[in-house]
């Protein structure tokens, strides 16, 4: 619509989009696991406390978890049933976390937040979001609610929903946004409204051309909203690049968006935000896309929060053919996983079963770096990574916070195309972390 | 932590699903978990098949000798790369098919007459002192294949600048494959040779225009790499094709070469088809391990190396402008990189 206007980020890559297996799939519901495992803390910020013993009675929607911190989110019960145990569970982080076991009943009682008035304000829709538990829940889990909550009232005139989903396999968002399109556009209107902003861009990639004309046409009467067809490259949906294709702004190194004037939420959290205001819904549960060429029948489904991964891959009829990774989240950013008992959380938006063939033994094969730049060429955010290996592999840390690895979005573009297969994301990660556990010494 | 794994197991086993696997043989690995699918060996491949046209046809043109210096000069290079590292206890690398395409390169620029010891200490030297003194692959600093030529052209000058397939003659001109050439003055070299003849008064009578078909599709005076600059474009553009090489270093390359030939009022196609320049800008300054990685800095190392081509091509007595040129650049590239960091996203203040 304004493609003209558009000023698309420089780099980036192709993956190949591997979305025909589910992108025809309606979302689907599963039946309750034997065992729903919650993760105390399901966001970035201050660690949840649990509100719940072992033995309690709990409802759907009912809190179980939160903290007094201002960046959190509360976890919610996602099914009715008694606690079995708090304790430490396998997380798809790889380590075991402070979780919540709850064994689901047959009546699944439900508890509703309140809504007081059927046009709130600001102030109480921030409010709603905030006890929903809202994340965003395209993988980052930032609490809804504090990107709800601009530092200057009315600094923010531009919305964005983030329809990219531009990770291979994944299809989710492609599914709610023709399926749940009216609560979509509404909680887009809810978001603008709390933040006082002028319009809502919603981007899409033009590789889902039906959610492009399903939405254009469901916007076309509202002056204030816009559906945006994107170009299809990898990593669109980084919030960063996407204020940058959409608007031409740059997100300052070690800003958000918010500081240029921006909130981006995604496609999910949006849908969350009108039925967390409109009907009091909690966010128990979410839609994911199962995919892969291990996956018997791929589908996009509509899962409880702390449902196992076991039972969803049998929900999808289990595996064709052994896999060789099974992942977390999309190809390009998702965490491998070694357990079955590891639960989906609120910011896990797939399950990927991964044939051999198609991870391609990526982290075998090493060649030292050959400086192909093609790292370089392509990083999105004009970094260099191969100093990354460089001073990475030798723990020089100051020199890889001189190449500005803080400002490294982690898209994991340079591994993608490295021809030596270097984990770039490895160094990168642990140059970060050895940076800030300097700075906080 | 690993009892708990088996009851996991087992408990999925009791359940008698298909979703049943022996979750110890995932794979764990930080993210991404898919990739493009262009190997460093096949990267390599591509270099080596895209100087395959040429190197057959030198084989054509030259017989035996061109045959006898790519394939010395090839065993040489990937033996004497398998051979230190089995000495140093590293594991062997010559499967990424950088040993041998350093082989290749290195045979074409030899010429074809040239005695096969000299092709054996020449591919010794590059992979050696060129390459695995820095620590081998990824870490040399200057082009192997240059340094070996540029050892031998200082030791054996004779040799490498005499052992022409055939010498240009006066009266008589050569005739090759067809294509004839004409010459009135008495020289014994490279076309570029006849022409700084030409400049300094010692030979009439040659105009770099004879020179054009030779040069693309059969020169015998000149080394193996630089009989056909036809063949050897074509190889260059399927590189640049396949995205293997940016376009940046062999286009300023060449454009400042030109535009500088232009402005000293010299023939500008001769002096593009002349010579290693070819060979030199698509094949050798673009090799990932030496040059510059950054855009910008690809820019500035091109200019530098057409500068410094051109500035030896009229101004000294050696005739190894090219190969002087990229080990000159060589050095400069990390420092060229050092200056031309991209500016990142987001770098901007508000």
């Known amino acids: 619509m304004n493609e003209a206007r558009l000023k698309i980020f420089g780099g980036g890559t192709h993956p190949p989009g591997y979305k025909e297996p589910t992108s025809g799939k309606p979302i689907e519901d599963i039946s309750l696991p034997p065992e729903i495992i919650i993760p105390l803390t399901q966001h970035i910020g201050g660690p949840n406390k649990s509100l719940v013993v072992p033995g309690d009675r709990v409802l759907e929607g009912q809190k179980i978890g939160e903290t007094e911190t201002f960046c959190s989110a509360p976890v919610h019960a996602s099914v009715s049933g008694t606690v079995k145990a708090v304790e430490h569970r396998p997380h798809f982080l790889g380590i075991k976390m402070p979780s919540v076991a709850i064994v689901p009943d047959q009546e699944q009682s439900r508890s509703r937040m309140e809504i007081s008035s059927k046009e709130p304000g600001p102030e109480e829709i921030r409010k709603l979001v905030k006890e929903a538990g809202l994340v965003g829940l395209g993988g980052a889990a930032f609490p809804t609610h504090v990107k709800l909550s601009p530092p200057k009232e009315g600094s923010i005139d531009t919305v964005i929903i983030n329809g990219c989903e531009c990770e291979s396999f994944l299809t989710c968002d492609y599914r709610l946004m023709l399926e749940e399109a009216t609560s979509l556009v509404d909680g887009a209107s809810l978001i603008m409204r709390t933040l006082g902003a002028e319009r809502v861009f919603i981007g899409i990639e033009d590789n889902k051309p039906e959610a492009l004309k399903h939405l254009g046409d469901l916007v076309s009467g509202l002056n204030n909203v816009d559906v945006i067809a994107l170009p299809t490259k990898y990593p669109q949906g980084a919030e960063r690049l996407l204020v940058y294709s959409l608007l031409g702004r740059e997100v300052p190194s070690r800003c958000f968006p918010m500081d240029v004037g921006v909130v981006v939420q995604n496609v999910g959290t949006t849908v969350a935000v009108s039925k967390a205001v409109r009907e009091g819904r909690a966010l128990t549960e979410r839609v994911i896309t199962v995919s892969g060429s291990a996956i018997r029948e791929p589908k996009n489904l509509r899962v409880k929060i702390g449902t196992s991964l076991d039972h969803i891959l049998e929900a999808c009829g289990g595996f064709l053919e052994e896999p060789k990774k099974l992942i977390v989240g999309g190809p390009m950013t998702g965490f491998a996983q070694f357990d079955l008992s590891v639960p989906i959380v609120k910011g896990t938006s797939g399950v990927l079963a991964l044939t051999e063939n198609e991870v391609s033994s990526a982290p075998l094969n090493q060649t030292p770096c050959i400086r192909c730049a093609r790292c370089v060429d392509h990083c999105p955010i004009h970094l260099m990574p191969n100093y990354y290996y460089i001073y990475g592999g030798i723990g020089e840390w100051e020199m890889m916070d001189s190449f500005n690895v803080m400002d490294c979005i982690e898209c994991g573009t340079c591994s993608f195309v490295c021809p030596a297969r270097i984990p770039h994301v490895q160094y990168i990660r642990l140059g970060k972390a050895r940076i800030v556990a300097k700075a906080r010494k | ?350």
Not at chain 2, 68 to 80: K, R, Y
Not at chain 2, 241 to 249: A, N, T, Y
């Open chain 2, 1 to 350: 932590m690993n009892a708990e794994v088996e009851s996991e197991e087992d408990d999925a086993v009791n359940r008698d699903t298909s979703a049943t696997i022996k979750t110890d043989k995932l794979l764990v690995t930080v993210p991404p978990h898919i990739w493009q699918g262009e190997s460093t060996q096949q990267i390599m491949l591509w270099v080596i098949g895209s100087l395959l046209p040429v190197a057959l046809y030198s084989v054509w043109v030259f017989r035996f000798h061109a045959l006898m210096v790519i394939a010395l000069s090839i065993a040489t290079c990937v033996a004497t790369e398998a051979g230190y590292q089995k000495l140093q206890k590293l594991p062997v690398t010559v499967n990424d098919f950088s040993a041998a395409l350093t082989g290749l390169l290195f045979a074409l620029v030899l010429p074809p007459m040239v005695p096969w010891w000299i092709v054996i200490i020449g591919g010794f030297i590059a992979i050696m002192l060129g390459k695995q003194v820095f620590g081998g692959l990824g870490y040399n600093i200057f082009n192997p294949a240059l340094v070996g030529r540029a050892v031998l052209v200082l030791s054996w000058a004779q040799h490498m600048t005499r052992d022409w397939y055939l010498p240009l003659v006066s009266g008589q001109g050569f005739k090759l494959l067809g294509l004839t050439v004409k010459l009135d003055a008495l020289t014994s070299a490279t076309p570029l040779y006849a022409l700084k003849q030409v400049r300094e008064g010692l030979l009439q009578g040659v105009q770099p225009s004879m020179f054009y078909r030779s040069l693309l599709f059969s020169n015998p005076g000149g080394c193996i790499g630089e009989v056909s600059a036809f063949l050897l474009l074509v190889g260059a553009v399927v590189l640049l094709w396949k995205k293997i090489i940016d376009w940046r270093i062999p286009v300023c390359y060449m454009g400042t070469v030109a535009v500088l030939t232009f402005i000293s009022g010299e023939d500008v196609v001769f002096y593009l088809l002349a010579g290693g320049l070819i060979l030199g800008a698509f094949f050798m300054a673009t090799d990932y391990v030496t040059a510059c990685i950054t855009k910008r800095g690809k820019i500035i190392y091109g200019i530098g190396l057409g500068a410094t081509t051109v500035l030896l091509r009229f101004y000294s007595r050696l005739p190894e402008a090219v190969m002087v040129a990229i080990l000159f650049m060589n050095c400069w590239a990390p420092l060229i990189d050092k200056y031309t960091r991209p500016k990142i996203y987001g770098a901007v203040k508000t």
